[in-house]
């Protein structure tokens, strides 16, 4: 009697994991959504519908990208916490989510709880830049003349906790300096108002700048990151100008809902790293300026936990902005 109840146990566990396994040998047989929580146009949505093409060609589905803008991100992070745990809705994050964990404490979904990383797919350098009629022509004179001129400088960025933003926090942190920050609904209000003289410097994604660079209508001093940026080699980084150690830009990652079978997430890790080696989708996102990374999903894990607690250290120091 006993040999029977344990084989009827076994059978019956057996079966139970059956659906789950039959799910991750089929995916996808439909088509995958990536919400991304910015505006059309915007430099996640550009990088992520560049990864959703690459993605789905690998898949055989197509990978639609839908844009839920909205709280620095958190309704699109929101939406695919709730979603169904099948791996047919996923999100394309950014640094933002890090930063919101501290900045708004208990909006929105727990990060680190709620959704499962998959991926980092890459990172875009900001461009310190200022207008052309400010003194400073490097860091470290932008830097001299912020001390000189204490709470005069203003500084424009696009979204409470961006990644823009975030960097001029940072900035004015490791140098020593007081600048005015500005508050603006979007990228393109920012860089018209620099361009105009309304403020004066601006923390930019790469790609959201570089034309103006051309035109001279802006003046570029450094890049954000560690090396200098693929898109502007010849400008130096903030560190080999004047701040060692300053190191940051604007990154994207995929994550799925807390839930999902592990072999979906490492199934979408494996075809999102094979991408990332693909000449042709490596071409279309350094014209965006966006430098692949990618790992495996314990790898994505370890750096939110970095950057969350790097970023709590600069939310508890900042200063409030006034909006434009």
């Not at 009827?8 to 990536?34: E, H, K, V």
């Not at 990864?51 to 844009?67: D, H, K, P, S, Y």
């Not at 954000?224 to 080999?240: D, G, M, S």
């Not at 079978?261 to 279309?284: C, G, M, R």
Request: hydrophobic share 45%; aromatic share 6%.
């Amino acid at each position: 009697m006993a040999l029977y109840r344990l084989i009827f146990c076994i059978t019956i566990a057996f079966l139970g994991a059956m659906p789950a396994t039959a799910s991750a040998q089929n995916y996808p047989n439909r088509p995958i959504r990536l919400i991304v929580g910015f505006a059309a146009g915007s430099s996640g949505d550009v990088a992520g519908r560049i990864i959703a093409q690459a993605i789905g060609n690998r898949l055989g589905q197509t990978v639609v990208v839908e844009n839920r803008p909205g709280a620095s991100s958190m309704i699109a992070n929101e939406f695919v916490a709730r979603s169904a745990k099948d791996g047919y809705t996923l999100l394309l994050a950014t640094i933002a989510a890090t930063i919101n964990t501290t900045l708004m404490p208990g909006k929105g979904p727990d990060f680190q709880k709620d959704l499962a990383p998959v991926v980092l797919v890459g990172s875009i350098p900001n461009i310190l830049v200022v207008n052309s009629q400010v003194e400073a022509k490097d860091v470290k004179e932008l830097i001299a003349l912020a001390k000189a001129k204490p709470n005069e400088l203003l500084f424009g960025a696009s979204g409470l906790g961006s990644g823009p933003h975030m960097s001029a926090e940072l900035f004015q942190q490791m140098a020593g300096i007081q600048m005015t920050g500005v508050l603006y609904p979007g990228s393109a209000q920012t860089v018209t108002d620099l361009i105009a003289g309304r403020i004066q410097v601006m923390f930019s994604p790469a790609s959201t700048v570089a034309g103006f660079l051309k035109q001279g209508n802006v003046r570029a001093l450094a890049t954000t990151q560690a090396k200098r940026a693929h898109i502007a080699p010849e400008l130096p980084t903030i560190a080999e100008a004047g701040l060692p150690g300053f190191d940051t830009g604007v990154w994207f990652g995929i994550l799925a809902p807390t839930g999902t079978d592990a072999a979906i997430i490492d199934k979408l890790s494996t075809t999102t790293n094979d991408a990332l080696k693909d000449p042709d989708v490596l071409k279309q996102l350094y014209a965006q300026g966006l430098d692949p990374l990618g790992g495996t999903p314990d790898d994505f894990r370890r750096f939110i936990a970095s950057e969350t607690e790097r970023w709590a250290k600069v939310v508890h120091s900042m200063k409030t902005m006034k909006s434009r």
